[in-house]
Structure formats: C-alpha cells, structure tokens
C-alpha cells in the first residue's frame, strides 16, 4: 500500500511462524507418543483400549487443527460469529439475511455476508475473519494485511469499497429507494491501523447497531424489501466458484479502467482539490471511483 512504506519491523521472541511451529510440535509430539504407547501396549498383550483412545483423539486433533485453518472454513466461522451479534439488537419484525448472491447490471455478482432489514435500517455487513496488522483508509483501492511483525505482507481489495458495489447492486435488485448502511466486520478486532468509516469488530458493531433509532422503517417496508431479497437468496444464480471467478473477473476490471458496478468506463478526472482520480462515466448515477 503506497501510503505505509515504512511500517516497523518488529522483534518478538515468538513471532507468529514461531507460534505456528510450536503448535505443529506439540501436536506431531502427542501423535507420536500416541502411536509409540499403543505400539508398547499391543506387544505387552495387555488391554490396548485406552491407547487406541488416545491416537483416535490425537488424530482427530491434528484433522480439526488443519480443517480450522482452512480460509473457507475460517470465513464461515466469523460470518457466523458476527451474525450472533447482530441477532442480539433484532426486533422480532426485523429479517437477517446470510449469504446472499446478487446480479449487477454488467452481469457481475456480489456475495454479501449479511444483510439486516429493520426498522432501524438496511445494514449490507461484509464480514473479514483474518489475523495481523490491517492498514486502510476510505480512499485507497488496496489494503494491506501485515504478517510475521513486518516480515510478510499481502495487499487485498478493499472490503469498504468492495461493499459499496454490494449495496449499488442490491439497491438494483429491490428497486426501493432506502439508505443503506456500509459495515464492514474484522472477526479478530484487528481495526487498530485502519482509518475509514463504518469497520467495526463484533461488540463495537453490536453497539454501533443498538444505538441506532428504530424508527426507520415501518414493518411493511421491511417485508417488502427482504421478500425481495429473499427472491434472490432461495433461487441462487450461480455457484460459489462462479463468484470467485466474478472477483477476479472484476480485479481484472478495475485495473483495465473498467467500472466493476456498472460496466462503464472509467475516465481521469479532477477534485476540487485539483488531485486526479478515475471516475466512473455513468456519474451521477454510478459513484465508483479510484485512485489516480
């Protein structure tokens, strides 16, 4: 990320690879003298009962610590995280939607983690369950995520804008003129070095939402606009590995001075700063924009 070159290297006497390698010990070790205690008690004659207890569990052990460390796995436990929080501020007329795919006009799609109608407002909630420093501000296009105390880092898309272009498609797809609400959730708390509006971690988006008047939307409107979205939900228009392929179809985008939202073309343009940036030629109707 262009604006944080000089971020420090730390020094740790257990740096996050070291944590990794000590676990990964401790769990081989505890195979191993799992297999060395059954393979001395099945030539002793003795009753092997309790040691092939002990593999059974050792092994299911190393299987749950692979299969916890999975992204798909990983994401699917902080949705779920998240969507707990948000069930503790629902109204009984409120809908939460989970994981929901919809159409763009340039035929794109945007997968969107939660989605909460009620009366208190329309919440499109992007969920991020990954580990180390995050940097991020409003205006950049990449963010980047800070591993092993400097020593590794890896740029990703920005989740505020990638939400934008969820809540541009959903508001297409409803048809229903309503504000709706930016909220980007980091599973693990890590917001510390990100500088934009609407991220959160669990709580601070639990109070975030409870603090909201719950005077918004009435009940039919809140009907009206998840039976919409509903629609979408119960009759999927593509597979999960479809919308991969869509993500990386619009990174390619982007990149190619396309607009991700809408299909137009992104053209150079001046603020009233006098700063250049790529704004999407659909203006005023689509607001995309990117970083000169």
Known sequence: MANHVTIPVMKHKFNRRTRKYITWGLIFAFLLFSVVYTALTVHDGTDYTTSIVILVIA?????????????????AIG???????????????????????V????????????????????????????????????????????????????PFYSPVKQNETHIYRLKNVIGVNVAMSNCVVFVQGNVDYIKAVGVYYPYSLYRFLKGRPNTLLNEAQIKEISDK??????????SNKEHVQEIHATQEAIANNICPRCGGKLVLRHGRDGKAFYGCSNYPKCKFTKKA
């Open 79 to 101: 949705e779920k995280w998240v969507s707990l929080f948000i069930k503790k501020v629902q109204n009984k007329e409120d809908v939460l939607i989970n994981d929901v795919i």
């Open 103 to 154: 159409p763009g006009e340039d035929g794109k799609t945007s997968q969107i983690d939660h989605i909460l109608v009620s009366k208190k407002g329309v919440f499109v909630i992007e969920t991020k369950n990954i580990s180390g420093r995050i940097y991020g501000s409003d205006n950049e296009q990449k963010w980047m995520q800070v591993l092993n105390y400097g020593h590794v880092k890896n």
């Open 59 to 75: 092994v299911l052990i190393c299987a749950g610590y692979v299969v916890l460390h999975l992204p798909v796995v990983k994401g």
């Open 229 to 238: 979205i509903l629609a979408y939900k119960e009759k999927p228009i593509e």
